[in-house]
């Protein structure tokens, strides 16, 4: 805001706008583990619609975890990826992004990756 004619354009807009009584409401951000909950619980519900009641099929699907650790700062950003299994099967992936994020985002880009390498491994 050092330029003196970007502040005189802002001033006139503000000016202008005012009649229309615009606000500005900024958009939340939404958290990995709301997303992650989200499609849980719409796989759920698909899941039901097709097989029946919840307690009938969540015992015979055996049960994978997803583990995402982050870390981002001016050097770059980097995530960790565990897959583990059932029966103990571990699968550890490391990422190194090109591209400035922060802790939020980096963690994003990891959870929809560990999603990809799961569908690449065929896990269900």
Known sequence: MSNHS?????KTWAIELSEFEITYIPRTSIKVQALADFIVKCAARVLEEVSGPREDYVKEIPR??????EASNEKGSTAGILIEGPEGEMFEYT???????????V???????????SQVLKIQ
């Open 95 to 105: 990422l190194r992004f090109s591209f400035k994020a922060t802790n939020n985002q």
């Open 6 to 10: 970007m502040i005189w354009r802002l």
């Open 64 to 69: 994978w975890k997803l583990y995402v650790d």
């Open 107 to 117: 963690e994003h880009e990891a959870m929809v990756t560990g999603l990809q390498i």
